[in-house]
T-cell receptor
Framework: GPKVLQIPSHQIIDMGQMVTLNCDPVSNHLYFYWYKQILGQQMEFLVNFYNGKVMEKSKLFKDQFSVERPDGSYFTLKIQPTALEDSAVYFC??????????FGSGTRLLVI | GDSVTQTEGQVTVSESKSLIINCTYSTTSIAYPNLFWYVRYPGEGLQLLLKVITAGQKGSSRGFEATYNKETTSFHLQKASVQESDSAVYYCALGDPSSGSWQLIFGSGTQLTVMP
């Protein structure tokens, strides 16, 4: 079936630097999401993006985080500046209806 | 807030034996939430295994079943006869679009290993 692609699969970055995580969603999907999973913990919702806007965000979505999808290209999550506690696997998902997500396989981010 | 609990972090079962993975939920919603089981095979993204949006109903897919039990607030995943290819991580999740939110609340996942 259709897939969500996440690039890169792994990223190592120095604390304080900026990182951009890329997500290529399913082509006709309208809703986009980021989730964060720290090793050994549950996957947690970060943000929902629809029609060019953040629709809802959790308390984990700090001021250093931003999302965008310029001109229907990649849906991106940018962290600037990064902190040690941002080390996690970040999962992108997209959906046509709002529910029934298609998830990517994740980007493993390590901040050192 | 809402929560989902999976008590077993790891389950090991021999091939052709039966399986049950426990999931219970807690919700503050006055409506009944939607319940899901997702599966992640090694190296792949989460895939929807089954979902049930009506309390009392049963969902099924690929030989797996789960019944939405609002009395016990449970949504246990069962399979009568597992195969080695079922080895994966299984996540129970809850969604409550009646609250105006599309986010999912996930359990911590259960790693299933099926021994040949």
């Amino acid at each position: 079936g259709p897939k969500v692609l996440q690039i890169p699969s792994h990223q190592i970055i120095d604390m304080g630097q900026m990182v951009t995580l890329n997500c290529d969603p399913v082509s006709n999907h309208l809703y986009f999401y980021w989730y964060k999973q720290i090793l050994g913990q549950q996957m947690e919702f970060l943000v929902n993006f629809y029609n060019g806007k953040v629709m809802e965000k959790s308390k984990l979505f700090k001021d250093q985080f931003s999302v965008e999808r310029p001109d229907g290209s990649y849906f991106t999550l940018k962290i600037q500046p990064t902190a040690l506690e941002d080390s996690a696997v970040y999962f992108c998902a997209s959906s046509w209806t709002g529910s029934d997500y298609t998830f990517g396989s994740g980007t493993r981010l390590l901040v050192i | 807030g809402d929560s989902v609990t999976q008590t077993e972090g790891q389950v090991t079962v021999s091939e052709s034996k039966s399986l049950i993975i426990n999931c219970t939920y807690s919700t503050t919603s006055i409506a009944y939430p939607n319940l899901f089981w997702y599966v992640r095979y090694p190296g792949e993204g989460l895939q929807l295994l089954l979902k049930v949006i009506t309390a009392g109903q049963k969902g099924s897919s690929r030989g797996f079943e789960a019944t939405y039990n609002k009395e016990t607030t449970s949504f246990h995943l069962q399979k009568a006869s597992v195969q080695e290819s079922d080895s994966a991580v299984y996540y129970c999740a809850l969604g409550d679009p009646s609250s105006g939110s599309w986010q999912l609340i996930f359990g911590s996942g259960t790693q299933l290993t099926v021994m040949p």
